[in-house]
């Protein structure tokens, strides 16, 4: 490391936020504020957000951070019941230097969905599209700007038109958000699939605004469980298998091939798969595929490059995976995720983690996977003098080992 007891720069790309119950207060249009979403109690303590006549509740391992695992589950909590940093961006800000985190990219919770699905999906448009603004609002003014480049400002979009949809990423780039999250299947959502032109001018304006891609796992409200009956367990397992489902889908729609300065960034779906996903898609062009006279492939780009040009991935913890991603795509797409305040999170431990998955690698890898990658493809300031803070439990290995190339 640069200094003794010093750790890296990081910047966390795969976080959480869960709505504060006055998020849409101040920002509905005057004929919408009655019917917008709204914090509900009943009277056996329980809470619940109430929009169209539907209730989202909070589950409990969305925002476990700081609890006794002990007390972990899939109740509904309160939120009072939660650690203010899941909603309280003060809160969320002091968690954040306890936990050695530079910058952080949060998506949105339950009432909207981590792509916005469940508002796109409104009974009257009107109202949804308000939503979707409102949540932009909120999203750039409190959570994004009241400490400037902490938190990467991540935009929803509106799914139902993707004329609507171009013309927000527009408007939003122009105010400052860097990212939208968009679902990664659609098609699972009821959506035209990514294989026909029907998203291309949304697709248009992220590449014309440099606004980043984000597909978070999950977002389409989809995951290949193989069971009718499988235990809960079985759909974080597979976080992996949906990231490459529909990294494979991206790729093989010829979406990158189109907008070829389009930027993905693959969230919450680990690193383990991406090596595999590119020999197999080389080896089917040359197979399946018949190479050079493929149908759906016009390009003299192997689908390894584009995967490696237009992708970028996040690890949370991969430790048997990261040499062979660097080896195979190199390390100037591989970033790194904290995923607070989910069950999965690392945090206040993400050194750690951070330590057992890169600690063999020189220091300039070190810096590109913790913070220089993301920093670059979200147009993030990173401070003027590196961050430094002393490491606990197994630093020792990770700021003492000689710094060794890729094995």
């Known amino acids: 490391m640069t200094e003794a007891g010093a750790a890296p720069t990081i910047i966390s790309v795969d976080d959480h936020l869960i709505e504060p119950p006055d998020l849409f207060e101040g920002r509905m249009p005057a004929s919408l504020v009655d019917r917008a979403p709204r914090v509900v109690e009943f009277e056996d303590g329980r809470q619940a957000w109430e929009y169209e006549g539907q209730l989202f509740a909070n589950v409990g391992l969305n925002a476990v951070a700081g609890r006794p695992r002990d007390e972990w589950s899939m109740e509904p909590a309160r939120f009072d019941e939660m650690r203010p940093g899941c909603y309280d961006i003060d809160e ?88 939208v999250s968009f679902a990664e299947v659609p098609s699972r959502l009821g959506l035209p699939s990514l294989h026909r032109r ?96 493929s149908r759906s492939w016009r390009s003299d780009l192997r689908p390894s490059e584009v995967l490696g040009r237009n992708f970028w991935f996040c690890t949370i913890d991969d430790p048997g995976s990261v040499d062979a991603v660097i080896r195979r795509m190199g390390p100037d797409h591989i970033m790194v995720e904290s995923d607070y305040p989910h069950a999965d999170s690392t945090w206040p431990s993400t050194w750690d983690a951070v330590a057992a998955n890169f600690g063999h690698l020189p220091d300039a890898l070190i810096r590109k996977v913790t913070s220089e990658n993301a920093a670059r493809l979200f147009d993030v300031a990173l401070p003027p003098a590196v961050r430094s803070r002393v490491l606990s439990g197994p630093a020792p290995a990770f700021r003492d080992r000689p710094a060794e190339g890729v094995r």
């Open 198 to 293: 029907h998203w291309d001018p949304l697709l248009a304006a992220c590449e014309e605004t440099d606004t980043v891609v984000c597909l978070h796992t999950g977002s389409s409200g989809w995951a290949p469980i193989p069971s009718p009956d499988p235990p809960f367990e079985l759909y974080p397992t597979l976080f992996p298998a949906s990231a490459l489902v529909a990294a494979a889908d991206w790729l093989w729609s010829g979406v990158c091939l189109r907008f070829p300065s389009l930027r993905i960034a693959m969230s919450e779906g680990g690193i383990g798969w991406v090596v595999m996903l590119a020999d197999r898609a080389d080896y089917v062009l040359d197979h399946s595929a018949s190479g050079r006279e």
């Open 92 to 179: 969320r800000i002091k968690d954040m230097d306890a936990g050695g985190i530079w910058s952080s990219l949060c998506f949105p919770s339950l009432i909207a969905g981590f792509c916005g699905a469940v508002f796109s999906r409104s009974k009257d448009p009107e109202l949804g599209l308000a939503c979707v603004r409102a949540w932009n609002d909120w999203h750039l003014e409190v959570w994004a700007g009241r400490y400037p480049g902490r938190i990467i400002p991540l935009q929803l979009t509106w799914l139902m038109d993707p004329e609507v949809a171009a013309a927000e990423v527009r408007r939003n780039a122009a105010r400052g958000f860097k990212a």
